[in-house]
């Protein structure tokens, strides 16, 4: 799980295998295979590098 800041503020743990898209429009929209949509703060590049994070500790256990 990563961790996001959705644009209230609230902060969320989100699984990146259901995400499907990551946009800026210019809010950073994050798009899971769910249908679901959230608008958080980080933007593109920080989800990115999030995700790389989350998977090179994955693959380290």
């Known amino acids: 799980m990563i961790e996001v800041t959705k644009i209230n503020g609230t902060k969320v743990l989100i699984n990146p295998d259901l995400m499907e898209l ?5 809010d950073t929209v994050i798009a899971f295979t769910t249908g679901r949509k959230i608008i958080v703060k980080e933007s593109r590049q920080e989800v990115k590098n999030l995700v790389i994070l989350y998977r090179k500790d994955i693959f380290a256990h």
């Open 22 to 26: 990551v946009e800026e429009t210019p």
